[in-house]
């Protein structure tokens, strides 16, 4: 059964990843390679700088340090949104979940995420109230 979880977590298109306390990328399947562009030699090792847009990197590492030295955050449930970015420097639409990891001793170890590329999706909702604001500004809200 180990090998055959192993297949799925490997395999899956979504992007699942393991960080350490520190911040440093240990696991990266091939869903993570496919929506971020590196290939796992190049991200295992690497912060998670990686993929955080620059302008987030501040907000997210004050949280993350935080959650490392507390063990508790506040999404150990439900689904996160954010911007990612890709090797290529564009950017990408997550909806992600997250875990926190410990080692045996249940110190903590670090994070896992399953990130999901939401942009085209996002794209067409954005155009889609972008097309509704545009009616409404020519039709007025309440149409006769």
């Known amino acids: 059964m180990d090998n055959i979880v192993m ?10 990843m393991a960080a350490d306390a520190r911040g440093i990328i240990r696991y990266w399947n091939r869903g993570a390679e496919l929506i971020f562009g590196y290939a796992a030699a190049e991200a295992i090792g690497q912060s998670l700088d990686l993929i955080i847009p620059e302008n987030l990197r501040g907000r997210h ?7 490392m030295a507390s063990g508790e955050t506040k999404y150990k449930t439900g689904l996160l949104t954010s911007p990612g970015v890709a090797k290529d420097g564009s950017r990408v639409s997550l909806e992600f979940s ?18 999901r590329d939401v942009t085209a999706r996002w794209q067409r909702e954005k155009e889609l109230k972008a097309r509704i604001a545009d009616c409404e500004a020519r039709h007025g809200d309440h149409p006769e």
Do not use: H, I, K, T
């Open 98 to 115: 997250m875990v926190l990891l410990r080692d045996d001793s249940g110190a903590m170890w670090g994070c896992g995420a399953v990130m």
């Open 7 to 16: 297949q799925l977590v490997q395999d899956v298109p979504d992007a699942v």
């Open 61 to 67: 590492w004050e949280g993350y340090n935080r959650v």
